[in-house]
Nanobody, 126 residues
């Protein structure tokens, strides 16, 4: 069983930055693909970013490419999402997720993920 706890959300003005963290329990964290998803009010959950088990591969949604950076520190069982140049349309609850199939390079699909955090709210004002 893996538990994921997100932190770092908050309110920021457009153009600002936030860094989200996701701390994971479990001894096999380093083997897992990790992902970030978000869900805005009245919308479906959408893919934001994913990182491979070793941290060497990352993929981003077109809407955040060039502004967001995902990274991981396996020694700390933690992944991060650095969000720069935030826009009001980035407002959403952000979820961290883990795909427990080992040694993969990333996944865009929410059903591929086995474990989810509780989410952290990000609000970007105009």
């Amino acid at each position: 069983q893996v538990q994921l706890v997100e932190s770092g959300g908050g309110m920021v003005q457009a153009g600002g930055s936030l860094r989200l963290s996701c701390a994971a329990s479990g001894r096999t964290f380093s083997q897992y693909v990790m992902g970030w998803f978000r869900q805005a009010p009245g919308k479906e959950r959408e893919f934001v970013a994913t990182i491979g088990w070793g941290g060497g591969t990352t993929y981003y949604a077109d809407s955040v490419k060039g502004r967001f950076t995902m990274s991981r520190e396996n020694a700390k069982n933690t992944v991060y999402l650095q969000m720069n140049s935030l826009k009001p349309e980035d407002t959403a609850v952000y979820y961290c997720a883990a795909d427990a199939r080992p040694y993969r390079s990333g996944s865009f699909n929410a059903p591929d993920y086995d474990y989810w955090g509780q989410g952290t709210q990000v609000t970007v004002s105009p």
